[in-house]
Nanobody, 128 residues
């Protein structure tokens, strides 16, 4: 059974940092592009960042550039999202998602419909 599990969320003060993890079980992430998404109360789910299956390509939403860093450790079957300089508007449930990529592909995307497998999410709250 393919499963993605997010962890690392919590309560942090503005300006603080968190590192989210997305661990896969039941399949190897080597063949999957991974996206991070978030959904705040009353808002649509939005793309945060993505990374190709090899890690050679990454992409970020404009408001996250320079603050968030996505990375992956295929040996640990885990993708990370390092979030620095957090703001109250970053408060949301964060989700990771996986999409199988063709051989040789460097694709990754930040649209929800592009992904096939989703985790349950982890809450991030930025507040003083």
């Amino acid at each position: 059974q393919l499963q993605l599990v997010e962890s690392g969320g919590g309560l942090v003060q503005p300006g603080g940092s968190l590192r989210l993890s997305c661990a896969a079980s039941g399949f190897t992430l080597d063949y999957y592009a991974i996206g991070w998404f978030r959904q705040a109360p009353g808002k649509e789910r939005e793309g945060v960042s993505c990374i190709s299956k090899s890690g050679g390509r990454t992409n970020y939403a404009d408001s996250m550039k320079g603050r968030f860093t996505i990375s992956r450790d295929n040996a640990k079957n885990t993708v990370y999202l390092q979030m620095n300089s957090l703001k109250p508007e970053d408060t949301a449930v964060y989700y990771c998602a996986a999409k199988a990529s063709r051989a040789g592909s460097s694709w990754c995307g930040t649209r929800t419909y592009e992904y096939d497998y989703w985790g349950q999410g982890t809450q991030v709250t930025v507040s003083s």
